[in-house]
Structures are given as structure tokens and as C-alpha cells.
Nanobody, 118 residues
Framework: QVQLVESGGGLVQPGGSLRLSCAAS????????MSWVRQAPGKGLEWVSD????????YYADSLKGRFTISRDNAKNTLYLQMNSLKPEDTAVYYC???????????WGQGTQVTVSS
């Protein structure tokens, strides 16, 4: 069974950085594209980033490009999201997700809370 477990969230001041991790199990991680999505308080899910199965192609929401970097270590079945220059509007629960089709997520984890505040 598929399991995705996010970690690395927390409270950070504006301008700070966090690195999120997602430990994947229950499927052949290296064969699938993966995504990060987020949900801010009172808002719907927002796509953050995608990465292809091999890690060679990455995609970002325009507003996040240059600040966030998605990566993966297939040998460790782990997905990462490096977040730099964080802004209060980045405050959200961040989810690791296995997409079915673009914008449709077959599986996702419990999420990790990121709070950007002074």
C-alpha cells in the first residue's frame, strides 16, 4: 500500500528557509513523477511543483520559481522541497503527492505545516 510521509515543516521567519522531505513506500518510487501541493488556511489545494521520475525535469508555479527547488533521491525513496526566501503567504500545509494525471492526485500524505511569521 502506498504511503507518503512528509516531514521538515515548522515555524520560520520571513526570508528564512526550510527543507521538506517526503518518505515514500508501497510503490516503485523511481518509476513515477511526484508533486508537492499545498493548502493555505481557508484555501483550496494549490500546485507547487512537479518532478519527473528520473529527476531531470522539474516544474514550478510561476510565483515560486527561483525560490523553491524540488528534487528526489530515488535510491532513498525520498522527495524533497527546498524552500528559500519564504514569505508569509507561503504559510500552508504542504503535501507530497503522487499524481494520476496533472492536477489529480492519486495519493498524498498527511502533510507538514509550514508557518512563515515573525
Amino acid at each position: 500500500q502506498v504511503q507518503l510521509v512528509e516531514s521538515g515543516g515548522g515555524l520560520v521567519q520571513p526570508g528564512g528557509s526550510l527543507r521538506l522531505s517526503c518518505a515514500a513506500s508501497g510503490f516503485t518510487f523511481s518509476s513515477y513523477a511526484m508533486s508537492w501541493v499545498r493548502q493555505a488556511p481557508g484555501k483550496g489545494l494549490e500546485w507547487v511543483s512537479d518532478i519527473n521520475s528520473g529527476g531531470g525535469s522539474t516544474y514550478y508555479a510561476d510565483s515560486l520559481k527561483g525560490r523553491f527547488t524540488i528534487s528526489r533521491d530515488n535510491a532513498k525513496n525520498t522527495l524533497y522541497l527546498q524552500m528559500n526566501s519564504l514569505k508569509p503567504e507561503d504559510t500552508a500545509v504542504y503535501y507530497c503527492a503522487k499524481p494520476n494525471t496533472p492536477g489529480l492526485y492519486e495519493y498524498w500524505g498527511q502533510g507538514t505545516q509550514v508557518t512563515v511569521s515573525s
